[in-house]
Every structure is written in structure tokens, then in C-alpha cells.
């Protein structure tokens, strides 16, 4: 079987962190929580440094291919709005099958959970700048897979949808 990654993909505050860990409870695929990877490289750096940008992929990109070397399949988040982004995932690509998958919130909603989450496990980002990415993050075309709508959906909902978008299309060799 080919080694399988799986990048949710949307605005921030729309329950990426939720849904990859719902997937590493329930479906047993590890999730690898990007903040954490972040909070470590970030020391006294603004969060929209272009070198801390591309350290946190570099090291999002390693946390991978370490992860993958004892499993088959991992998950992790992104926004997915930034050029180191776009390298880590060319380069991916290159030796993984990489599933794009989009979270859908309303923005209204993404921007009210980042004011209520515990910011001491977070990049802290002003609400000016939460709705600026979060423009950009929904309106993002990447070739995904498949969606996840995360407006008051049921865990069940979410993991039957991610199953769906899990499973390798089957194609006949004529």
C-alpha cells in the first residue's frame, strides 16, 4: 500500500485541530498538530516572518517523512496560503500520495472559535489578520479530494465523510 497523507485545508478556527484529532482517535491515522511544530520553531519571531514561515514547513515536511517511516498514513493541517506551503507539498507529492481536503466553517464562526481558544497552544494572530487569512484560506482551489463541511456537523458525519474521501479511486485497466 502507498504511503497516504492526508492535509486539511481551510481557515483558520475552522476545527482542522478537531477534525485530525478525531481521525487520530477514532480511525487510529496519527495526526501531527502543526501549531505544536510552529510554537517550537517560532522563539521571539513574528508569526509573518518569511524564514520562521519557511522553518515551520521544513520542519512540518520532516515531522512527516519521520512519522511515515513506522506507519502508512498521517494527517496534518494548514491553511495552506503560503510559497513554503506550496514547495513542502510539490515535494510530497513527489514521494507520497498526498489527499487534499478542504474545511468548510463560516467565517464568523472560524473568527469566534479563535477568540475562545486557549491561546497558549496557538500562533497568536490579531482578529485583523485571522479574517485576512481566512479570506484567502476560503477561497484557496487546490485539487482537493473532497470537503469537509464543519458547520455543526456530527463527529460521525465528519468521519463518514472523511472515510469517503480516504478511500483510493479504484480505476479498470483496459
Not at 513554503?84 to 469566534?112: P, S
Not at 477561497?139 to 465528519?158: H, I, M, P, R, Y
Amino acid at each position: 500500500m502507498e504511503k497516504s497523507i492526508y492535509i486539511l485545508i481551510g481557515p483558520k478556527g475552522s476545527g482542522k485541530t478537531f477534525i485530525g484529532t478525531l481521525v487520530d482517535r477514532r480511525l487510529q491515522i496519527p495526526f501531527l498538530r502543526v501549531e505544536d511544530i510552529a510554537l517550537q520553531v517560532k522563539k521571539e519571531r513574528q508569526y509573518h516572518d518569511v524564514d520562521y514561515i519557511q522553518e515551520v514547513f521544513q520542519s512540518i515536511e520532516q515531522a512527516v517523512r519521520e512519522k511515515l517511516k513506522t506507519v502508512e498514513e498521517v494527517i496534518f493541517e494548514s491553511t495552506g496560503l503560503t510559497d513554503a506551503f506550496d514547495q513542502m507539498l510539490l515535494r510530497l507529492q513527489g514521494d507520497y500520495r498526498v489527499v487534499l481536503i478542504q474545511v468548510k466553517t463560516e467565517l464568523e464562526e472560524c473568527l469566534r472559535r479563535v477568540k475562545t481558544r486557549d491561546q497558549s497552544i496557538h500562533v497568536n494572530v490579531s482578529d485583523e489578520h485571522v479574517r485576512a487569512i481566512n479570506l484567502q484560506a476560503a477561497s484557496k482551489n487546490l485539487n482537493f479530494a473532497g470537503v469537509l463541511d464543519n458547520n455543526q456537523t456530527s463527529e460521525e458525519t465528519l468521519i463518514a465523510t472523511f472515510q469517503l474521501i480516504r478511500k483510493p479511486v479504484k480505476r479498470d485497466h483496459l
